[in-house]
């Protein structure tokens, strides 16, 4: 079982619950070794929901074409925009693109987009900002086991790739890139950053996601959750964060309490050491 933060949205507190256990009875490839959990092997993903229905799909896409117009035209995005072109901000980027001229996007996590407004605000950002940015790549890969068969096909139409492979997030970055991870599961946080526990990897990644430092000020001693957010917490030394201003009410819901996350400044033998020193 694995830990996550997630915030109430009638309050807005953090609290750490314990998610519901993933899909079971597929069959899986091979899957690599990783101690302790059963639950969490990469394997072929094919969605429940495979109604394919053309009137789903306009709706569908007619809900996108307006959460992308009302974000567009709101200071939330104004002001999203000017931290992203903000000189601390930029200069991060910069660093992960290295010599590179693009961030390849990885979406985790996104939810349903036709059932909830804060994954279509989400998802809205995330391709305004590749419409915005000739630094974002073109084609964003997706993945979250909850999308439906309509929802991949909007996502499709919208430049993304869905991916058919259930990564567990331990992509590793070989490039630069934008891991897009709004309000994932800790365990999602904490599997990217051991795929990739080397300088030349974490260095190549700008993650946006839960504060890292929430995670921090807000863990409780259980040892799920320790478990769940040992990782991220011990990744807080070598990481330059940036959180992201909710604005107004109305995208509280969608993105309070995430950040842009960048990782430097450490040498690779350094690194075991930050997780095992303090746990
Ligand atoms: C707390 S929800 C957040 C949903 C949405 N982003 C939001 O803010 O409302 C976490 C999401 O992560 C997805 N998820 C769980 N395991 C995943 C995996 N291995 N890869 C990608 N997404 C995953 C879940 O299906 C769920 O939609």
Redesign the pocket.
């Known amino acids: 079982m694995e830990a ?1 933060v ?1 915030n109430s949205s009638s309050n807005g507190e953090w609290t750490v619950v314990l ?1 519901s256990k ?1 899909r079971k009875g597929r069959k899986g490839r091979r899957r690599k070794p990783k101690p302790n959990d059963q639950e ?1 092997e990469e394997k072929p993903w094919r969605s429940d929901d495979l109604e394919v229905n053309p009137q789903r799909q306009a709706r569908l896409k007619q809900k996108m074409e307006i959460s992308m117009k009302k974000i567009e035209s709101s200071k939330f995005y104004t002001a999203f925009l000017e931290q992203l072109k903000s000189p601390e901000v930029s200069n991060q980027f910069r660093l992960v693109l290295g010599s590179e001229t693009q961030l390849q996007m990885v979406m ?5 987009i036709e059932s ?1 407004e ?2 279509r605000y ?1 998802l809205s950002i995330a391709i305004l900002m590749k419409r915005e940015f000739d630094w974002v790549g073109n084609n964003i890969e997706v ?5 439906s068969v309509t929802e991949s096909s909007v996502l499709e139409s919208l430049g993304c790739n869905v991916l058919s492979v ?4 331990r992509r590793e970055a070989l490039k630069p890139t934008l891991f897009f ?5 800790a ?2 946080y904490s ?1 990217l950053l051991q795929a990739n526990w080397r300088m030349d990897c974490l260095s190549k990644i700008a993650l946006f996601g839960n504060s890292f430092q929430m995670y921090e000020e807000q863990v409780s001693l259980a040892p799920e959750v320790i478990r769940a957010t040992k990782r991220i917490i011990a990744a807080r030394r070598i990481t330059s964060e940036f959180p992201i201003e909710t604005v107004s009410e109305d995208y509280f ?2 993105f309070h309490d995430s950040s842009w996350h960048f990782f430097s400044s450490a040498i690779d033998s350094e690194l075991p050491l930050l997780v095992s020193e303090e746990f």
């Open positions: 996550t997630k998610p993933g969490e985790y996590g996104i939810g349903s909830y804060s994954p989400q993945f979250d086991p909850v999308l259930n990564e567990q997030a991870m709004p309000h994932c599961e365990n999602l599997n819901a969608a």
